[in-house]
């Protein structure tokens, strides 16, 4: 009785149409029955070298069944059922919003078994030449970079699902991105900025940013609870953002995440002129309490509304943008608060581990990477300490 035929075993012979063809045994179907591969050929020589391949494949199980599935379907799978899980709100939220937008129109037609390096190189050229939503322009190198990640992550999970035997994102190339020089309030300005606080309900929200190198959310989610009087530190713990609510269309709401980077939980020593303005912006919002009592939720936020709700991160923006504005202070965003607080740092000498650690930095390279410019001074003085060296180094012994 003949043995059944294992995995890879085939059987090579002539067609009436002249070709070669091959039929290999390539597993079994749900229902049992033999599942088989046809390999066809010009020459007998070529249709052996194939099976010999695809027999080598199945030894190693590196063999990828071809897919129906589009790019589409397993972005839309693998953001919900992989990487929304280990993702912030707001992160998934930009996913979503590059996918929609620009990765769908153009990739999502294609099935995985056809997608190749060509088509997304075509991609990337052609939105970083016309890329932009409304149609004025090419997309930044920044955006574009964020796209190749979100493509990258699902053709990598695509490889381990066997879906596709390589990830062809690793033959394309993408654009230089090339770091602005970030924007710090100078001596100047900062008094004057300062000084214009003393009548905003939120000036002392900016105060904390500005000496304590607050990223937005960080100042909107601190909560009293995380507030040392005594020794005049904040915690951070959270953060509050806007977020997109997935399971309703375009609806957004305020929610609470952890801070940015893991290094982002963080204690900060403030300024004893800080804190004591944090004292009396508490006396003040304790009598709000007492004045809306019928209205107010307290949900222990150190800058609330009038019913104890967290300040709007939009209004924060507009409060500030307004204030520069009356200012003439140009060129500044609300990160320059807390580019000024990193910025007095360097000026001050602290060392960069104790500046990396106050900013919540991943690593002292960031810190380096976005600061590296602002002391040009310091830099100077660096010379200076060089040539001083020199000179000791050349000055004659014999005159001492």
């Known amino acids: 009785m003949p043995s059944k035929r294992g995995n890879g075993e085939g059987s090579i012979s002539k067609r009436q149409d002249g070709r070669w063809c091959a039929v290999a045994t390539v597993g079994r179907n749900p229902g049992g029955s033999l599942k088989r591969k046809f390999i066809y050929g010009k020459t007998r020589q070529e249709v052996a070298k194939k099976l010999a391949e695809l027999q080598n494949e199945i030894l190693t199980d590196q063999r990828i069944e071809p897919s129906s599935i589009t790019m589409k379907e397993w972005l839309e799978k693998w953001l919900w059922k992989y990487k929304k899980i280990e993702i912030r709100p707001t992160t998934l939220g930009s996913y ?25 190189q075509t991609f990337y050229n052609e939105k970083y030449e016309k890329g932009r939503y409304d149609k004025s322009g090419g997309l930044s190198a920044a955006t574009l970079r964020k796209i190749h990640n979100i ?4 053709l990598e999970k695509a490889v381990d699902e066997k879906l596709i035997p390589y990830n062809y994102c690793k033959n394309t190339s993408l654009p230089k ?17 300062i000084e214009a606080l003393k009548n905003e309900s939120l000036g002392t929200a900016f105060m904390v940013s500005l000496f304590a190198g607050l990223r937005r959310g960080e100042v909107l989610g601190l909560k009293w609870d995380n507030v040392d ?17 997935f399971n309703q269309i375009y609806k957004t709401e305020i929610i609470e995440q952890d801070p940015k980077t893991k290094k982002g939980k963080r204690n900060i020593p403030l300024p004893e002129i800080v804190m004591e303005l944090l004292i009396k912006h508490k006396e003040k919002q304790s009598l709000e309490k007492l004045e809306n009592k019928d209205n107010y939720v307290d949900k ?6 009038e019913t104890g709700n967290s300040v709007e991160p939009r209004n924060y923006l507009r409060t500030f943008y307004r204030l520069i504005k009356n200012l003439g202070i140009e060129n500044a965003n609300v990160h320059t608060l807390r580019h000024s607080y990193a910025t007095r740092g360097l000026e001050l000498n602290i060392p960069l581990q104790v ?29 200076t300490k060089y040539n001083n060296l020199l000179k000791n180094n050349n000055e004659d012994p014999s005159k001492e």
């Open 96 to 120: 979503e919003q590059q996918i929609r937008i620009h990765i769908d129109p153009e990739l999502g037609h294609i099935k995985l078994k056809d997608l190749n390096s060509e088509y997304i």
């Open 151 to 154: 493509i990258y992550g699902a």
């Open 177 to 193: 991105i090339i770091k602005k020089e970030v924007r710090a309030f100078n001596s100047e300005e900062q008094k004057k900025f």
């Open 229 to 245: 009087t005594e020794n005049n530190i904040i915690r951070i713990r959270q953060a509050i953002v806007r977020s997109r609510v």
């Open 300 to 305: 222990g936020y150190v800058f609330a509304t």
């Open 355 to 383: 500046l990396q650690e106050l900013m919540g930095h991943a690593s002292i390279t960031t810190l380096v990477d976005t600061y590296g410019h602002a002391l040009p001074e310091t830099k100077t003085e660096a010379a």
